[in-house]
């Protein structure tokens, strides 16, 4: 079956710029707020926000939780290693299953992965990843891990020169 083409996103201004930078800092901003800060009437920058979730660059609103308020969890940063790239759809679907793995990237150089695991304590995490080599399915060859000590600065959103129209 042929993939569709990918949709090509609308051409972002100045104004539009203004508002992914102000979701950013505050998703949970009036339109009304938007709207000033943009510079624009309520219903032009309602319909600017609708046309950007609809091509899919404004993905999504979420709430920033302080974990640790609730509880202690570890994080680790995992390098992960196939033995063969031929396993990639199933070893994704089954790291995608698991709760604990709250990012993963596909990286290139000597690892094929980059996960990040926030486990209840270590037990978790080596209980996971055990289970995660122990299946020969899965393919893993290898996993390092990194135990994080603390979050130096933590993801706040992308610069707004990557936002920018290009040109």
């Known amino acids: 079956m042929a993939s569709m083409p990918a949709k090509r996103p609308p051409a972002l201004d100045h104004i539009d ?3 992914l930078a102000a979701l950013q800092r505050d998703g949970r901003s009036t339109i009304e707020r938007l709207a000033q800060s943009a510079g624009l009437s309520s219903r032009a920058c309602l319909e ?15 709430a920033l939780i302080d974990i640790g308020r609730l509880s202690r969890p570890i994080t680790v940063f995992a390098e ?12 994704e679907r089954h790291l995608a299953a698991i709760e604990q ?17 926030v486990c209840a304590d270590l037990a978790q995490y080596e ?3 055990t289970g995660l080599i122990d299946d020969a399915d899965l393919g893993v060859a290898r996993i390092v891990s ?3 000590l603390r979050p130096v600065r933590r993801f706040t959103g992308y610069p707004v020169s990557l ?3 290009k040109g």
Do not use: M, N
């Open 17 to 19: 710029v203004k508002i």
């Open 48 to 62: 600017r926000v609708r046309r950007l979730e609809a091509a899919g660059i404004i993905a999504g609103y979420r």
């Open 80 to 91: 992960i290693a196939l033995e063969k790239q031929g396993r990639q759809d199933r070893f």
């Open 101 to 117: 793995v709250v990012e993963c990237w596909q990286i290139s150089g000597p690892f094929d992965y980059l996960a990040r695991f």
């Open 127 to 129: 209980a996971l990843t």
């Open 146 to 148: 990194h135990v994080a």
């Open 163 to 165: 936002l920018a129209p």
